[in-house]
């Protein structure tokens, strides 16, 4: 009998993480493969393998998304996968602006990730100079999710939204 209490109280504290696990990724879930992927994502496709769709930690993009939507704007949602297992997506916004129109959306964005995940680790803005960039970032379990702002000049920025597999640091 005690063995059962303790499992379901083992079960009912690990619930709340399953539940966030779930919001960050979607239907999906770090470690899925490529063809898991594309079975719960609905409207997905397959990329090809190409070294521009490569991030410096070695993962590819194999799966992609468009207008994914939050926080009422849309995004090109990107799957990467390392060693065929799912270890990041990432939110490409759209629809981009100017840096200083961007900014505006990223501090709404972060309010909103607040709310959701607590107050940020780490949080930086450089808005002078020829490279302008905000980045926000939060730990939560062993995922880390970052929201990046770069604009170079004045062109249109840059906005991902990041939800990576997150190892201890």
Not at 26 to 32: E, I, L, Q, R
Not at 50 to 72: F, I, P, S, Y
């Amino acid at each position: 009998m005690k063995r059962l209490l303790a499992g379901i109280l083992l079960l009912l504290l690990l619930l709340p993480t399953a539940a966030l696990s779930a919001e960050l990724w979607g239907p999906t879930s770090a470690g899925m493969m490529i063809d898991e992927v594309m079975g719960v994502v609905d409207d997905a496709y397959r990329m090809e393998e190409q070294e521009e769709n490569r991030l410096a930690t070695g993962a590819v993009e194999a799966v992609r998304r468009d207008d994914a939507e939050m926080a009422g704007e849309t995004y090109t949602q990107r799957f990467f996968f390392l060693n065929g297992q799912l270890t990041q997506v990432t939110m490409r916004l759209n629809d981009t602006r100017d840096f200083d129109s961007m900014l505006g959306f990223v501090e709404s964005l972060t309010e909103t990730m607040r709310d959701q995940y607590g107050k940020e680790v780490d949080s930086e803005v450089r808005a002078s100079g020829p490279i302008r960039q905000a980045t926000v970032s939060w730990i939560d379990g062993n995922r880390r999710i970052s929201i990046f702002l770069m604009s170079q000049g004045p062109d249109d920025s840059l906005l991902n939204v990041n939800y990576q597999v997150y190892v201890g640091g």
